[in-house]
């Protein structure tokens, strides 16, 4: 079975600044996707940003931009020019496409973006 | 693309009745459909996997006979929670697949009194 940890229950950055978010996955499969879900104070699950784990290169999404370690098992989180409006909790989840598409998710991480 | 919407929003419900939850994807067909509980500040926790045209698969623990999943067509799928007590209580999302993508729906908020 799959798991992820999340180490960091909450984080806050100032405005404009960078953050990361740290996330850990313990897997025996081979081919896999990573994703980071960010949840606002709505409770809307919104996708961030998705990695397969055959592709070497990190995925990024404007501000967005993951650190992927294939090795360590690792799938960070950056967020560049922090917004106010990415004050929410960000899921980090797994996804074995031969285990029927579930995810499992992370713990999560609050962050709060302070002005 | 890729949009679930989820009905009621929030729902109040005396304790002992049964109240329907239908998610549905708007835009794309899911064959299959993931039924969540959250609670607050907690993670999303899976309680069944909602296939069209077959029977939901529980995880361990869900009572199948109290959280009951139908997924009739390829953009719906209901969970309706059966003879309803406080401790039902809580957050549930549903989340559609789309080329190896899950989508959210904006969840539903069920008290129970």
């Known amino acids: 079975a799959q798991t992820v940890t999340q180490s960091q229950p909450e984080m806050s950055v100032q405005e404009a600044e960078t953050v990361t978010l740290s996330c850990t996955y313990d897997t025996s499969e081979n081919n896999y996707y990573l994703f980071w879900y960010k949840q606002p104070p709505s409770r809307q699950m919104i996708l961030v940003i998705r990695?397969?784990?055959?592709?070497?290169q990190n995925a990024t999404e404007n501000r967005f931009s993951v650190n992927f370690q294939k090795a360590a098992k690792s799938f960070s989180l950056k967020i560049s020019d922090s917004q106010l409006g990415d004050t929410a909790m960000y899921f980090c989840?797994?996804?074995?496409?031969?285990?029927?598409?579930?995810?499992?998710f992370g713990t999560g991480t609050q962050l709060k973006v302070e002005l | 693309g890729a949009v679930v919407s989820q009905h009621p929003s929030w729902v109040i419900c005396k304790s002992g009745t049964s109240v329907k939850i239908e998610c549905r994807s708007l835009?794309?067909?899911?064959?299959?459909m993931f039924w969540y509980r959250q609670f607050p500040k907690q993670s999303l926790m899976l309680m069944a996997t909602s296939n069209e045209g077959s029977k939901a698969t529980y995880e361990q623990g869900v009572e199948k006979d109290k959280f009951l999943i139908n997924h009739a067509s390829l953009t719906l799928s209901t969970l309706t929670v059966t003879s309803a007590h406080p401790e039902d209580s809580s957050f549930y999302i549903c989340g559609s697949v789309n080329s190896y993508e899950q989508y959210f729906g904006p969840g539903t908020r069920l008290t129970v009194t």
């Open positions: 835009d794309f067909q899911a064959t299959t």
């Open positions: 989840a797994f996804m074995n496409p031969g285990g029927g598409n579930k995810l499992t």
């Open positions: 990695q397969e784990a055959y592709k070497q």
